[in-house]
Each structure stands twice: as C-alpha cells, then as structure tokens.
C-alpha cells in the first residue's frame, strides 16, 4: 500500500454533534487537496465514547476507506487517544486535532506549506479564542508560563495546544516514548527537531459542551508539570536552606535572650532542637526528592538522545528514525 502523504488524526469522546459537521468541512478541504488524490487518510480514535459517535463514524467509514477508526474499550483521556491515532497514522506528515472543529481544518494547508519548506514541527498558536471562558483562558495562560519557567532547556510554547503538524521522524520518535502519563505536547517539544509556529483564530466549539472539565484539566495540568519537571522535588531543598538560615538567627537570639535571664529553663535548647530539627528534615526530603526525581527520570525509558539527521553513516549502524521512500508530494498552496 501506498503511505499517505497527510494524515489527519482526530481524538472523538462524546461528540455526536458535530461528527456530520466534521465530516462535511474534511471532505471539502481533503477535496482540495486534489494533487495528493486518495493520498490522505483520516484516523478517528474513538475514546470510550458513550453516545452515537462510534456508530456514525462507522457509517461514514463504510463508504469511506481513507476514514480509519481506532475505538478504545473505555475512556482512556485526550492525550492517549493522541498518543494511538499517531502510533496507527502513516502519513508522511501527520496533523493532530480536535474533532469540535476548534482547530480548523483551512489551517493545516498552512502547516503542510510550512512542511513543505522543512519544518518538521508546525504548532498552531492561538491569537484569539472564541467562545472560551475567562477562567479556561486565565488559568492556561498562567498554566503555560508556570511550565516554562520550570522547564529551562525545552521551549514548550505558550498558548498552543495539540493542533500541530509532525513529520514521520517526529512520529516515529514519538512512537519510542512509552511513559505512562503523556502529555504530549512537551514530549514534542522534547523530542526536537524544527519547530515552525502557524497563528490562528481560534473560533467557540461548533457543538455540544467541553470534554475538558476542571477535574481533567487539572490533572492534565499536573502531568505537564511532573512529566518534565523534578523542581517540585526540589521545593523542599530550597526550603531546608531557608529554615537553616532562620535555625542560625533563631538560635543566636535565644541565646542572648537565656543569658540575659529573660525565659524559662529549657526554652532555648527547645527553640535551638525545633528550628534545626526542621531543617534537618527538609534537607533530607530535599535530598530524597532528588534520587526519587532521578528514579522517575530513569523508568521514563526515554531514549537518550534524537539523531534528526546523519551523513555518511551506514544504514545497518543508523539510529536515527527511518524514512518512508519519498512518495510525490502535496500540492504547493497558493
Ligand atoms: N477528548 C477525548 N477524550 C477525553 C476528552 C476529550 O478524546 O476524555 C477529545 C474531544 O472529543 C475533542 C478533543 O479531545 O476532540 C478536545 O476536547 P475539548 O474540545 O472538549 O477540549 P477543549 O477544547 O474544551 O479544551
Ligand atoms: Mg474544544
């Protein structure tokens, strides 16, 4: 079989209300594709979905090969229903995005023109945001500085969310990250490589309600951080310092305090044993968040390092992820 040139992978939960809608606005855009011919395919992933949505997909696929549906037992969440359309999608280029038609479809001719220049990464940035709440919009641009702030060596970019183009060595190094709690848009910042930014308008949901409640989002929001991040370990370091800097003064004062006969007996040695006590303690919690954070870091099993490209290296002795046979390209946009 021929490997698709665009793949297009669509996580579904509960969205029967917009599944005609969606159909209807990729078909027109795929349509328009017209050099790529039947070189696309669409990968539905069904996420536990409790309404008609897996009934409709199916009906559309019947009369639709390039649809393909991966359907989940149960609900597993967005960022895993990401995780299998991008093992299944075999597109040379493959674009994640939301089923509500949020991430319009017009916009990946715009990611796939910035492929075609060589970017292997193309994330679409939302200038505004439509029909989304003020506190949705606080807490994600506060959510996303907080991140960055903690990651210092990878840039994961503000105000963009899992609307992203990626090329097949993107994918496939992808495909070798099996860490149990994804979150996916850092494991594509981590995983390198070119990185282009596509801003947009983000328009309101087309239909029906978020699937992200405030439950979600907050663990969503804490997978971020703890997947990247050990500086919450850390945390009690810092504090331990701190709390030894308070041991020292606090110490000294109850000392002056006993000589100058102002207090009980035994009220400095218990204010000296409390303040050093604490810091002790913190310290070593510190001490312990570092090996856990290294522990964490190591069943991880991410591989070790990204090859994005190589020279003169023989295929058999190559590690970097292997290319599909050039395939004829999509159409230049306009
Ligand atoms: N989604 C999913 N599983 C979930 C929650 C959401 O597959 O547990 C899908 C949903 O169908 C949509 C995408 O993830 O295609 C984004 O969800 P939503 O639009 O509700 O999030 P929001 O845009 O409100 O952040
Ligand atoms: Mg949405």
Known sequence: MQRPTLSLVIPVFNEEAIIPELDRRLRTFLGELKEVGREWEVVFVNDGSKDGSLTMLKELASSEPRYKIVSFSRNFGHQLAITAGLDRAEGEAVVVMDADLQDPPEVVSAMVARWREGFDVVYGVRAKRHGETWFKRATAAIFYRVLRAMLGGISIPADAGDFRLMSRPVVLTLRALREQHRFVRGMVAWVGFKQAAVTYERPARFAGETKYPFSKMLRFAMDGITSFSIV????????????????????????????????????????????????????????????????????????????????????ATSTAPKLPPPGPGLPSPP
Do not use: H
Request: proline share 5%; hydrophobic share 50%; with cysteine.
């Open 232 to 315: 919450p370990l850390r945390i009690a370091t810092w504090l331990g310092v701190m709390a030894g800097l308070i041991a020292v003064g606090t110490a000294v004062w109850a000392i002056v305090q006993a000589a100058r006969d102002q207090v009980v007996p035994g009220w400095t040695t218990i204010m000296i044993a409390v303040s050093f006590g604490t810091c002790a303690q913190l310290l070593m919690t510190g001490i312990l968040g570092e090996y856990i954070g290294r522990i964490y870091g190591e069943v991880k099993r991410r591989p070790l390092y990204v090859i994005g490209e190589e020279v003169n290296v023989a295929p």
